[in-house]
């Protein structure tokens, strides 16, 4: 390690890669498709990012909780996040992060993909709490 790495970090390298999920087919899950307990998420905490493909694919909503069972639920019952699935379907993907990690992380993510839904209440539902947090660089799904 040289002096200006120690002092600066290491530039060169990538964010680390947090394996963003997929299904056995290596696609993204369809959040309207997925059923409570398969893929086995209740209890399972970390965080997860929505997206949607069609013409003009976009990213629609990230977040963090310690249940993502629940989190799949409550996005799927959410009235602005469904009603996007018109735009070529409406994908998850999730990474198991630890705990004190998630908030910087979604930081992180929010700054870059600049999501189309902010929801406050959801966040707090959910426990997610990036306001304020200092952004924690990871590789972004894809």
């Known amino acids: 390690m040289s002096f200006l790495s120690f002092l600066f970090g290491d530039q060169d390298k990538p964010p680390p890669d947090p394996y963003w999920q997929r299904d056995p087919s ?8 997925l059923r409570p307990g398969r893929p086995k998420l209740t209890g399972l905490g970390g ?3 929505l997206f949607h493909k069609g013409v003009r694919p976009g990213w629609v909503y990230v977040g963090a909780t310690a249940d993502l069972g629940a989190a799949v639920t409550r996005l799927q019952d ?4 469904a ?8 994908f998850m993907t999730w990474a198991f992060i630890k705990p004190d990690k998630r908030d910087g992380v979604v930081a992180y993510l929010r700054d870059r993909l ?6 406050d209440d959801m966040d707090h539902e959910m426990g997610c709490r990036p306001a304020g947090a ?3 660089a990871v590789q972004l799904p894809g």
Not at 28 to 33: C, G, P
């Open 78 to 81: 959410h009235p602005e996040i």
């Open 83 to 90: 009603a996007l699935e018109g735009r070529g379907g409406l």
């Open 114 to 119: 600049k999501p189309e839904v902010i929801d």
């Open 134 to 136: 200092r952004p924690i």
């Open 26 to 33: 290596m696609r993204f899950y369809r959040l309207l498709a």
């Open 47 to 49: 965080v997860f990012v």
